[in-house]
Nanobody, 123 residues
């Protein structure tokens, strides 16, 4: 299993970025996917998750209404659209493949992780 994340970068507060994560080596449409992030000196935290068909999504309260997770199963890719960015969104963002079809906030439910992509938001 390989998960390749991209799209991170530097943006100003209030701006937008879109992260992408392309999977290979798996039956992508059979699994839920998730995004997590880890800020310097902090533990990894849940951001968003999407079910295998994309019909169900869940978000961390701190990103709800600003971030949108989506997927294109034909392209084996999951996206994270991030709007109204804040400096506290600065972190390395990781995509992850779930062990199951349904959404989950728990890192323990994910068994494959991408390499991470850095998002930096300046004030």
């Amino acid at each position: 299993v390989q998960l390749q994340a991209s799209g991170g970068g530097l943006d100003q507060a209030g701006g937008s970025l879109r992260l992408s994560c392309t999977a290979s080596g798996i039956s992508f449409s059979s699994y839920a996917m998730g995004w997590f992030r880890q800020a310097p000196g902090k533990e990894r935290e849940f951001v968003a998750s999407i079910s295998m068909a994309g019909g169900t999504t869940i978000y961390a309260d701190i990103v709800k209404g600003r971030f949108t997770i989506s997927r294109d199963n034909a392209k084996n890719t999951v996206y994270l659209q991030m709007n109204s960015l804040k400096p506290e969104d600065t972190a390395v963002y990781y995509c992850a493949k779930s062990r199951r079809h349904s959404v989950s906030t728990s890192p323990g439910m994910y068994d494959s992780w991408g390499q991470g992509t850095l998002v930096t938001v300046s004030s």
